[in-house]
């Protein structure tokens, strides 16, 4: 069998933003790493320039920021997020599924969205976590000597501290 050359995919936007961190640090940049820093470098030798806007697209990132920033300060003093997002399937123009989301309000959505937007809110937790687990035992293994970082995914107290008044709430245990 000959030994074809495979074609070589174009890099990912994301890609391209990777290389541009590992440039900078092989060129000496600061450790660790702040993004104004990063982008001062980046500009300064032609390495980025903004993407040319697609209007929809920003559109929807702008709003669905927007949307998930929307909250409000309920009767018992919770705050809640107001539009609340839930994921529907549904076809492209290409006849492929891509998953979209659907933003309503917390007060007023049926029942089901709201138990599809919780569902997806804890999925997302759920990932963290893993991740979490992840780059903990991949730093245990790589520095054994140290004292291995066991993550606890128990948050019940957490959230519970959590909804003390401002003055009992003290996340960083610092008196």
């Known amino acids: 069998?000959?030994?074809?050359?495979?074609?070589?995919?174009?890099?990912?936007?994301?890609?391209?933003?990777?290389?541009?961190?590992k440039q900078y640090i092989d060129n000496g940049g600061r450790i660790p790493v702040k993004l104004d820093d990063l982008y001062a470098y980046a500009h300064a030798n032609g390495l980025w320039e903004p993407q040319p806007a697609d209007a929809r697209k920003k559109f929807c990132n702008d709003m669905s920021r927007a949307l998930?920033?929307?909250?409000f300060t309920d009767e018992?003093?919770?705050t809640v997020w107001r539009i609340q997002a839930a994921l529907h399937t549904e076809m492209d123009e290409?006849?492929?599924?891509?998953r979209k989301s659907l933003w309503d309000d917390i007060d007023t959505?049926?029942?089901?969205?709201?138990?599809n937007a919780f569902g997806v809110r804890?999925?997302?937790?759920?990932?963290?976590?893993?991740?979490?687990?992840n780059d903990a035992d991949h730093r245990n293994d790589v520095c054994p000597d140290e004292e291995a970082?066991?993550?606890l995914f128990d948050f019940t107290d957490d959230v519970e501290e959590a909804g003390l008044p401002g003055d009992e709430y003290n996340p960083d245990g610092v008196p």
């Not at 069998?1 to 961190?21: F, H, L, S």
């Not at 959505?109 to 138990?115: G, L, Q, T, Y």
């Open 1 to 21: 069998m000959k030994n074809r050359r495979r074609p070589r995919i174009p890099a990912t936007y994301n890609d391209q933003m990777r290389r541009i961190y």
């Open 68 to 71: 998930r920033e929307d909250h």
């Open 76 to 78: 018992k003093g919770r």
């Open 94 to 98: 290409n006849g492929r599924k891509v």
């Open 109 to 115: 959505a049926p029942r089901k969205h709201i138990e």
């Open 122 to 133: 804890r999925g997302q937790i759920v990932g963290d976590c893993k991740q979490l687990k």
């Open 149 to 151: 970082f066991i993550p």
